[in-house]
């Protein structure tokens, strides 16, 4: 299977990407991965590591540009048309790659993945699926900040792509969904959430209602939808604060030589809690919805996170996500009771 | 000073509420307290403690009816006339009490205020303003959740109160204010960010632009502002983050006996740190706008909680927080180009 990787995405790049990819072909060894980048950087970046054994399925795709972070998404699409981003997704596009792997630009990711790939049939927007910890498990998180004004119809779409997708990539029972609101009953939060409620009653899913962010942890359902802009909120924010706590939980430590001997006996405790809270883990958010295989790593990747987002596309390829998302959303499109309203 | 008490609101009423009251009075010579509730189950609740001192200071003013979680917060302020928030807030209005504490229903308390005490002049719309741990410090987030859907107008009103308050409650510098965005360049965000940028750079503010959440606990502004809806969709998140943490933490440390051995010497930092995050410590967050004192209490406040909510309605009227407000406010007034666009 071949993947693209975007090779100068991410504050990491190309070093990131490039070592990433190296363990990716260690440890997969399906996987063949096509670097996109600038190619003297890139050949050089290769040159520190060891690729004898793993030349037959690595090669260099030269693309000139690479989306800055003060680009605009959609500017970026039609401006730098050589940019690693928009080279990498071309490969899906003729389809030399399965599936595409950046930890750049987001929003330039979005856009040229929905504009060059389109989005799947009956799929009318795209949205970013998180993993995010929770008790006992992870739960998805759609939409983490693809789409900021979707409409209820769309919210439908993105819940339908995240129960498949949860359940293909992590098994267990039918997934249930919540929506993302700031109260349990359905008569909670704005005119827009009050209809998206209405609407996932109706849909294809298991829905179990309203969910609030306090209790969102103990992980009641597998997936929580929202438009883009409150997923992407909820997301830094909860990466503030875990980061946040962690440091005061080191200055309070650092205030006296008992604490410090005390944090050294419970260190594994405080490193399992810093991994399972980790981004790396979960490196890998696919972008669901578009007509491939589109994998968004962290901006701040390390090797490992990217290896981790590679090894998300093989199990999305694997899975054949896109040809379970376009079976599941048919009953929508069948049922007239499903069919996006004129009024909406 | 008169602070009338709604002691049927909340998790732990009347329990909390009256312990709490008795902890203010003792600790506040200045403050009286107006218990409102069931005359006879306050009067059976404060027959627990030793009121002996404190009586002079203490009244309670008997409602027969309690808003419930089930009820619409304006449906109670029409149906449930004779609730222990709706006539708290009637002692406000007729100026027997200087300011309200309520752990009662949010929806209840807004709605109730809003209709009874009015908007101060200048403000069209009340905001509940949260103080909220970072680093070096608390920052206030507004709008809390008062409002789900305001304009960029409210807005900006809710930026002019939030800096009055911080300036006036916490003191220090003029405060800086920051819109709770998805990326801090001016075009990020919906529509409604893009407008809120625009009119929080023309107001007479201190605005620093637009904040994310994952840099938000570093402190680099002193009020955060957005609407209701994201505000409620923050706490919320982060109030869930912290106790899994703290539960993951605690699930780690089990483990070994070695761990659980270093967890004691720590225990101090955990404490520190727990007591920090705990919206105990800032237990009032105060409605502002409305023309009369206003503190919501945590729904599960303690009365340690309920004591310090009453110790925020007494800072706010020391500190003529309305009057401030509605000082704060001129130039927007009087200013055209900060007058509300007849487009808006």
Redesign the interface.
């Known amino acids: 299977m071949k993947i693209a990787l975007d090779a100068m995405g991410g504050d990491h790049s190309p070093q990131s990407p490039v070592a990433g990819a190296v363990e990716a072909l260690r440890d997969f060894p399906d996987v063949e991965i096509l670097l996109v980048g600038d190619q003297t950087r890139l050949q050089s970046e290769l040159s520190r590591h060891d690729t004898r054994a793993l030349q037959a399925r690595l090669q260099i795709r030269h693309a000139s540009q690479v989306v800055d972070m ?1 680009d ?1 998404g959609l500017d970026s699409v039609r401006r730098k048309k050589d940019s690693s981003i928009s080279r990498a997704i071309d490969l899906v596009k003729s389809g030399e790659a399965e599936a595409v792997v950046s930890a750049g630009h987001t929003g330039a990711l979005v856009a040229a993945a929905t504009i060059k790939l389109r989005t799947l049939p009956g799929i009318d927007r795209a949205a970013l699926g998180v993993l995010i910890p ?2 006992g498990g992870v739960f998805l998180l759609i939409d983490g ?1 693809a789409n ?2 979707p409409s209820p119809e769309h919210i439908v779409g993105f819940a339908v792509m995240g129960s498949v997708y949860y359940q293909a990539i992590l098994g267990g029972n039918r997934a249930r969904v919540g929506l ?1 609101n ?1 109260g349990t ?1 359905p ?1 909670k ?3 827009f ?1 009050k209809q998206c409620f209405a609407r996932l009653q109706e849909a294809p899913i298991l829905f179990s209602g309203n969910i ?7 992980k009641p359902v597998e997936v929580v939808v929202c438009d883009g ?2 997923g ?14 962690v ?3 080191k200055d ?2 650092q ?2 030589p ?13 490193q ?2 810093k991994s ?2 980790s981004t790396e883990e979960y490196g890998g958010t696919p972008l669901l919805g578009v007509n491939g295989i589109c994998i968004k790593a962290h901006g701040n990747s390390s090797p490992v996170a990217i290896r981790n987002a590679i090894r998300a596309a093989r199990s999305a390829v694997k899975n054949s996500i896109n040809s379970r998302i376009v079976e599941a959303m048919q009953p929508l499109h069948e049922n007239p009771l499903h069919r996006e309203s004129p009024a909406a």
């Open positions: 003060a605009s929770a008790d900040g900021l004004d993302l700031i009953e008569t939060g704005t005119e959430a609030e962010g306090h209790g969102i942890f103990k802009f409150t992407n909120i909820f997301l830094k924010s909860i990466e503030g604060l875990a980061k946040a706590m440091g005061w939980i309070e430590v205030k006296s008992v604490r410090i001997a005390g944090a050294l006996l419970c260190k594994g405790a405080f399992a809690v399972r809270t």
